[in-house]
């Protein structure tokens, strides 16, 4: 594992999926008829896992790796690692349009927790006492960032509005589709620790190839149940241009590059570095949305950044140099005292 490499790609793979609610509301046409948007993340999604797929075929095909990824043997978790990520992001785009921000980003990180969970019963990977402290960290500023704790004029509140919601109608719809998005993400990391040994370029291309798999079958089972919107049809020219930028940017480099991050860190580290996407989202929403931030936020941001940067500090600058110390103290000659 080169940690640095896996800390850089978590980071910008993180920043990239933060883009997806502003990029997703962008690229989605208003129903006129109701004044919200249509629900078609699942085929925003989808498009993402397609233009990844072929970019890093491309990639492939440049670095002459055809040979060697057509002597690749697939396997259970690079199937079910593929699937799972291609129908959280496909629930996930679909909760952004239908409840806010806030809730959708949430939801979805529930999964890096039950990633690091899934991690320590069946790969035995020990967390230590330092990730531990960052991983609550982060937690508590998830919470608190996302309005879980309200600071209000008869004090603390606590709780995550899950209840009907005039402005928003498709709101219980859209957290339910947000915490099946976390679900599937979870598993979707824990499946990225199997098979080191596939190289990135070719683990990449099965990725997007499942992922789009993945987020089209729930397009179907959408279509099929829900909601009919063909995406064709409502689409105009303004909202296919932002879905091009969605599908390159938290396409082929964020989804891309988590593949990369899930070969060099473990799973306690992705999980904590992967709440930069949290803060990244929320900023926007703030920005461009004009979605208001309290000070329990703002707090909650804080301690997020704290603790998704404690694993980067930690494993990147302080570890290697105890370790140098260490080494110098082992190979430096024991002074003798003088005889009295």
């Keep these: ?72 043997r697939l396997s259970f978790a690079v199937i079910a690692g593929g699937l799972s990520i291609g129908t959280s992001l496909a629930l996930y785009v679909s909760s952004t349009l239908m409840t806010t921000i806030a809730n959708a980003v949430f939801l979805i990180y ?11 019963i069946f790969l035995k990977e020990k967390i230590r006492l330092a990730n531990a402290v960052c991983l609550v960290l982060v937690f508590l500023g998830m919470v608190m960032t996302v309005g879980l704790v309200n600071l209000g004029p008869d004090g603390l509140s606590f709780g995550l509005d899950l209840g009907a ?27 990225y620790r199997y098979r080191g040994d596939i ?18 079958l729930v397009m179907v089972l959408r279509i099929r149940f829900l909601d009919d919107t063909n995406p064709f049809r409502v689409m105009t020219r303004s909202n296919w241009s932002w879905a091009v930028v ?50 329990i936020g703002a707090i909650g941001g804080a301690l997020i950044l704290l603790g998704g940067l404690g694993p980067i500090i930690y494993d990147v600058a302080l570890a290697p140099r105890r370790r140098r110390m260490q080494a110098e103290a082992e190979a430096s000659p024991q002074s003798v005292p003088e005889p009295g």
Excluded at 13 to 23: E, I, P, Q, R
Excluded at 169 to 179: A, E
Excluded at 199 to 216: D, I, K, L, Y
């Design 110 to 120: 529930t999964g890096p927790l039950f990633s690091a969970l899934l991690a320590r």
């Design 199 to 216: 190289p990135s370029e070719v683990r990449g291309v099965w990725n997007f190839v499942f992922g789009a798999v993945g987020a089209g």
């Design 1 to 72: 594992m080169n940690k640095k490499i896996g800390f850089i790609a978590m980071l910008i793979s993180a920043t990239g999926m933060g883009l997806v609610g502003t990029l997703g509301r962008l690229s989605t046409p208003v129903d006129p008829t109701t004044g919200t948007k249509y629900i078609t993340g699942d085929f925003l999604a989808a498009g993402r896992m397609l233009t990844g797929a072929l970019g890093f075929l491309l990639i492939v095909l440049l670095t002459k790796k055809w040979q060697q990824m057509r002597s690749t």
């Design 165 to 191: 919601n005039p402005e928003l109608p498709n709101k219980t719809v859209g957290d339910l589709f947000g915490l099946g998005s976390g679900l599937f993400y979870g598993l979707a990391l824990f499946f």
């Design 246 to 295: 969605l599908f390159l940017v938290c396409g082929l480099l964020a989804i891309g590059l988590l593949v990369v991050a899930g070969k060099n860190l473990m799973a306690v580290e992705l999980s904590t570095t992967s709440y930069w996407e949290c803060l990244v989202a929320l900023l926007l929403g703030a920005l461009i949305w004009h979605e208001s931030m309290t000070l």
